[in-house]
């Protein structure tokens, strides 16, 4: 079974600059949730998708981050214009039920580390 | 509101040695507690999970029982290996509440030979 895909693994961008993140859930896993985990810290939820709905957003800085998950299945993340703090590296994870965390397993994918200059 | 606090790494031990990481946890109800393990280059993979007071999660020679009293999940192994170099988070989970997967800070451990 394939695991949680992500791309690209490395981005260096200047600050005010925009970026793109894309991940690739498991097949048939119907939540995906989008993590900033900066360095030294555990990560953080930014967003998470039931199927192609957002369940919770609460963390997310509207201002500048956008995500969306057309047709339920991929999802891509977006940051614009990057501040220096958005350097961290991005976690996607899926998990099978559609009725959110709890106990459900999470898989995260290798993320994708931001630099930004 | 929910956290989670790890003991400060680095963490170095011989290999062989003996392995406690030690996790407490805030909470305003009775949380799902888990260990995740990010080894280098690689994803966050679930370790072990306990779901109610008592209950111990282990696996690959890992063990962590969730006590109530003293709100801990601490991680343990009897006997570590290079493999096991890794950073390990501590986390919970609470139904009903904020719905999400709260992060410990992250403790790395290095085993050498």
């Known amino acids: 079974e394939a695991g949680v895909a992500q791309s690209p693994r490395y981005k260096i961008i200047e600050k005010r600059q925009s970026v793109a993140f894309w991940c690739n859930p498991i097949s048939g896993h119907a939540t995906l949730y989008w993590y900033q985990q900066i360095l030294g810290q555990g990560p953080k939820l930014l967003i998470q998708?039931?199927?192609?709905?957002?369940?919770?957003d609460s963390q997310l800085p509207k201002d500048r981050f956008s995500a969306e998950r057309l047709k339920g299945v991929d999802s891509t993340l977006k940051i614009q214009p990057a501040k220096l703090e958005d350097s961290a590296v991005y976690l996607c994870?899926?998990?099978?039920?559609?009725?959110?965390?709890?106990?459900?397993?999470?898989?995260f994918g290798p993320g994708t580390r931001l630099t930004v200059l | 509101g929910n956290s989670v606090t790890q003991m400060e790494g680095p963490v170095t031990l011989s290999e062989e040695a003996f392995l406690t990481i030690n996790c407490t946890y805030t909470a305003t109800g009775y949380p799902s507690l888990f260990w995740y393990v990010q080894y280098p280059g690689e994803g966050l993979q679930l370790l072990l999970k306990a779901t109610k007071a008592d209950d111990k999660g282990s696996n690959k020679g890992f063990e962590a029982t969730y006590r109530k009293e003293t709100t801990s999940f601490h991680l343990e192994k009897g006997s570590v290996q290079v493999s096991d170099s890794a950073v390990y988070f501590c986390?919970?989970?609470?139904?009903?509440?904020?719905?999400?997967?709260?992060f410990g800070k992250g403790t790395k451990l290095t085993v050498n030979p």
């Open positions: 986390a919970l989970f609470l139904q009903g509440g904020s719905e999400k997967l709260v």
């Open positions: 998708f039931q199927n192609n709905g957002v369940v919770d």
């Open positions: 994870a899926s998990s099978l039920s559609a009725a959110g965390a709890g106990t459900d397993t999470q898989y």
